[in-house]
Structure formats: C-alpha cells, structure tokens
C-alpha cells in the first residue's frame, strides 16, 4: 500500500461524492452504495461493526451490526463503500468471500480517510464554514455540531474533518482530564507543517488553566516561516475509548483563508515569546 494509493483513492471518493451529492444534507449511503454495486446493505447481528462480503452468487453485500447507533452504522456503510474504492484504486480482484477481513490498521485507517471524504462532502462544509465566518462567527464547537447534525456523523468524526479539509489551517487539542489519555493529543491540518509556537505540553497546560475563566482560547503557530493565531473553542467532552471511558478538553479551532485571522487578533507576546 502506497501512499500515492491513498491520495488516488481520496481523489476518487470526492470526484465520486460531488457527482452523486448535489446539496448540502445528509448522504444517503445505501444509495451510495448501490450505486458502487453493491446489492444488498443489511443488518445483522455481529461482534465487528461490518463487513463487506460477496455471496455464493457473486452478489456484494454489506452488513452492519444491527445495535450500533445510526450515525455509527453510516460510518460503517462509508467504511465498506471505502474498501471498495481503495480496492479498485489498487486494482485488486473483489472475489474473496469476506474482503477486507484480514486488512491491517493502516489500510483500515486509509479507509476511514476515503469513507470522510463519503460522508461529509468537502465543498459543501467549506461553503458553510465561510458563510458563518461571513455572519462574523469565529471556530466554535456550535458549528460543529450543526454540521454533524446535517450529515449525521458523530462530533468527533466531524471535529477530525476539519482536519482533512483542503484550503483550512486546523488544530485539534485533546486535554486529559481524567480517564485515557488521547493517544495522539496534539492534530493539525493533514499535509500541513503547521507547529505551536510554544509547543505542545506548555499550550495544554495554559489552555486548560484560562479556561476557568473562558473556552474561547488564541492558539499561537508557525508554519512556512509565519506566525499567525488560530480562534479556538475548547468543550469537556465525555467519551468512550478503546480502553475505556475518558474525559477530554478538546480544543479545536481554523482559520479558512486568512480571514478570520483579523477577528481573531495578532498573537499576543506572551504566547509567542519565550
Ligand atoms: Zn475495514
């Protein structure tokens, strides 16, 4: 698996999204998925999230564990519409019973890229993120969530988009408060040499003490050899991980294309001094 794969299989899944998704809303998957030849999505009973698999006919169908909740079950759906994408990208054959069921964490995370890219269309939040910047509104967890609200996704997964959108410069910090620690607490836009002015540790610790007195928080960064603050809203968020339950304050703030820097002011000396 290459990387140059991955990119392709991006490219594929958004030219595939901005013919079949003409207005902003929630995607509609089985549809998606029928479209990319799959005969049958179902639920089913099941210890794994789904599967994608071709019956004794040479039918594909998707299943999807019939307990998880609706906005987990869509990212499932992506996910599998995904495995296909990948798989036709890496021009490999689709006739194993149950594809994808021996497939590594990083192909599994690739997918997860691909199966974003499916569910909250690109063009249609960057629209969105520019109206409300438009309106005067700055980076804040209300947005997010109405966004997640229109393509039904979770919080989190719609809080990561930001993260993957081209022409945004995101940050995303997740404070441990109690509970598991994020394994990857610091995230910035993909392919970006965004860096904290004052690092990682030393940022963490400031935002989680001025938020007793506001969530609203300047992040100072450097990228390409210019310092510039990113607006950012911090909210407690209560989750369940892989190891268990946790308490994070998260963090996260963009700037579209320059504008919203004004709003948000210079960085002040104490942020990037030192
Ligand atoms: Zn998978």
């Known amino acids: 698996m290459?990387?140059?794969?991955?990119?392709?299989?991006?490219?594929?899944?958004?030219?595939?999204?901005?013919?079949?998704?003409?207005?902003?809303?929630?995607?509609?998957?089985?549809?998606?998925?029928?479209?990319?030849?799959?005969?049958?999505?179902?639920?089913?009973?099941?210890?794994?999230?789904?599967?994608?698999?071709?019956?004794?006919?040479?039918?594909?169908?998707?299943?999807?564990?019939?307990?998880?909740?609706?906005?987990?079950?869509?990212?499932?759906?992506?996910?599998?519409?995904?495995?296909?994408?990948?798989?036709?990208?890496?021009?490999?054959?689709?006739?194993?019973p149950r594809i994808g069921r021996l497939s590594d964490p990083q192909e599994e995370t690739a997918v997860n890229r691909i199966a974003a890219e499916l569910l909250m269309p690109a063009k249609f939040i960057l629209n969105e993120l520019g109206e409300r910047e438009r309106r005067g509104e700055l980076p804040n967890w209300k947005i997010i969530n109405a966004l997640r609200q229109t393509y039904q996704v979770s919080a989190s997964a719609m809080a990561f988009r930001m993260l993957e959108l081209p022409s945004l410069r995101a940050i995303s910090m997740r404070i441990s408060i109690d509970g598991h620690a994020p394994q990857f607490p610091f995230d910035r836009s993909e392919n970006s040499a965004i860096r904290l002015v004052n690092g990682v540790e030393f940022e963490m610790e400031r935002l989680w003490r001025d938020a007793r007195k506001s969530t609203r928080h300047i992040v100072g960064v450097k990228a390409g050899g210019t310092t510039f603050s990113i607006p950012c809203e911090g909210l407690v968020k209560s989750m369940t991980t892989k190891l268990g339950p946790a308490r994070h304050y998260w963090v996260i703030g963009w700037l579209t294309d320059g504008r919203n820097e004004a709003a948000a002011g210079k960085p002040n000396q104490s942020l990037v001094g030192k």
Do not use: W
């Open 2 to 96: 290459q990387s140059s794969q991955i990119l392709a299989a991006i490219d594929c899944a958004r030219d595939l999204i901005s013919s079949f998704q003409l207005a902003p809303g929630p995607v509609d998957v089985i549809a998606l998925a029928r479209k990319q030849g799959v005969s049958a999505v179902e639920p089913a009973e099941m210890s794994a999230d789904g599967y994608l698999a071709r019956t004794r006919d040479g039918a594909l169908v998707i299943r999807y564990r019939a307990t998880n909740n609706r906005s987990r079950n869509r990212f499932t759906i992506a996910h599998e519409i995904a495995h296909l994408i990948f798989a036709q990208v890496q021009g490999q054959e689709l006739d194993q």
